[in-house]
């Protein structure tokens, strides 16, 4: 019954008309959807892999629940995959084969279709200004968590958060409603980008970051775009792209630097430091941790860039994590200077800055001296399930050990 690994996998129509299946669809449930090909055509995870062209490994995580698909093209090869027929195409959210007859006869499930829609926009129409203040909210204390426990701890609350305002978006009708839901799915989806890169999620965190530039400019928020496209530079950084990344972040300070706000203008100076670092352009990077020194307003936070905390402690931060790769002597004393003045509620920001100061004393031929920062941001890695630190410090220990024999 299991068949060879390159047999086509075919389930019979009538499982597509359970009420089972059909909730699955509107769902998109894929471990559902793969369930129910393991159950009605004996496929394995070898045959499903195969015949969607996803690898096994992913396969398995999907129908754990540990993943998540959402690139439409990955929709697309499933359907394909597993020969799902036009009425369950569509249930999926996905256009039919058939566009002459994309249902057949099937009057019902038209007439259920418009139902759904005109519930759905319903729905979205109750959605007010005050409502829409309150899902921006919701996201702001997501941030806050987020700083805290790490993305691993919220991470159901960040798929619902983002899940229920991309569906109002999607429904809003009042253009003032429909703007306001798109700056808070611009910033919501942002935020999700962040944690895919400090997971090393980063096909995920390129997705997103895309949806929250697009989102950006549909509320025409020029503060959202810059931040959300620089924010977008540290995917090509990861990914072992510097050079792109710099110029990234060059094009965006030079598109919207005089239309933001100053503590945003200060975060995309120094983000172009780093990225000026990782390519290893000292001279572009201290003009620009230069400029963001010159352009840091007064005060930690500006109220309307919930998503920048920026203050001269986080930039002293920022400066040694640029300046450590050049060997600087000052670094040391920004990087304590920067830890003593952390308040102890941005975990993932001290496990950086913990790596940082681990860096330059070993480069300063202080081993034992980096040993405890090590450990210590280890410690923090660990609960908020950081892979990108993890990566870092692993690299550093290594390095420290050697330093020590």
Request: with cysteine; charged share 25%; proline share 4%.
């Amino acid at each position: 019954m299991h068949g060879n690994a390159f047999e086509p996998i075919q389930l019979p129509e009538w499982v597509w008309d359970r009420d089972e299946s059909r909730e699955i669809l509107k769902k998109r449930d894929m471990a559902g959807v793969f369930n129910l090909a393991v159950k009605y055509a004996g496929a394995s995870q070898i045959r499903l892999s195969a015949a969607t062209g996803i690898a096994q490994g992913r396969i398995s995580q999907l129908m754990r629940g540990q993943r998540q698909v959402t690139d439409l093209e990955v929709y697309e090869r499933i359907a394909a995959g597993l020969g799902l027929p036009d009425h369950a195409r569509m249930l999926l959210g996905l256009a039919p084969l058939d566009i002459a007859s994309p249902t057949g006869n099937r009057g019902d499930e038209h007439q259920e279709q418009t139902e759904e829609l005109t519930a759905r926009i319903e729905a979205a129409a109750a959605i007010d200004a005050a409502m829409a203040m309150i899902l921006s909210t919701d996201t702001n204390n997501l941030r806050l968590l987020d700083r805290r426990l790490g993305s691993a701890a919220i991470a159901d609350k960040m798929r619902a958060q983002i899940s229920q305002i991309e569906r109002a978006h999607h429904h809003a009708i009042r253009p003032g409603i429909r703007a306001k839901l798109a700056h808070v799915l611009s910033e919501t989806a942002a935020l999700a980008g962040w944690q895919a890169i400090d997971t090393c999620a980063l096909k995920d965190a390129w997705d997103y970051h895309e949806r929250a530039i697009a989102a950006a400019r549909e509320a025409e928020d020029p503060a959202l775009l810059a931040y959300a496209c620089g924010q977008q530079a540290y995917v090509l950084v990861d990914l072992g792209r510097p050079a792109e990344a710099t110029e990234l972040l060059q094009h965006t300070r030079a598109s919207y630097d005089r239309r933001v706000p100053g503590h945003l203008r200060t975060w995309l100076a120094a983000a172009e430091a780093e990225a000026a670092a990782m390519l290893g352009d000292e001279t572009t990077c201290r003009t620009a941790l230069d400029q963001a020194a010159a352009l840091l307003p007064e005060g930690d936070a500006d109220p309307t860039l919930p998503y920048v905390s920026l203050n001269r402690h986080h930039l002293a931060r920022w400066r040694g994590n640029c300046l450590v790769r050049f060997g600087d002597p000052e670094t040391i004393e920004d990087l304590r200077s920067a830890l003593a003045g952390m308040d102890g509620t941005y975990n993932r920001a001290e496990a950086g800055l913990r790596c940082d100061l681990a860096h330059a004393l070993l480069a300063m031929g202080q081993p034992d001296a980096a040993q405890p920062h090590l450990y210590r941001a280890e410690q923090l890695a660990t609960m908020i399930g950081s892979r990108r630190h993890a990566r870092r410090i692993a690299e550093l220990t290594r390095a420290a050990t050697r330093a020590a024999r």
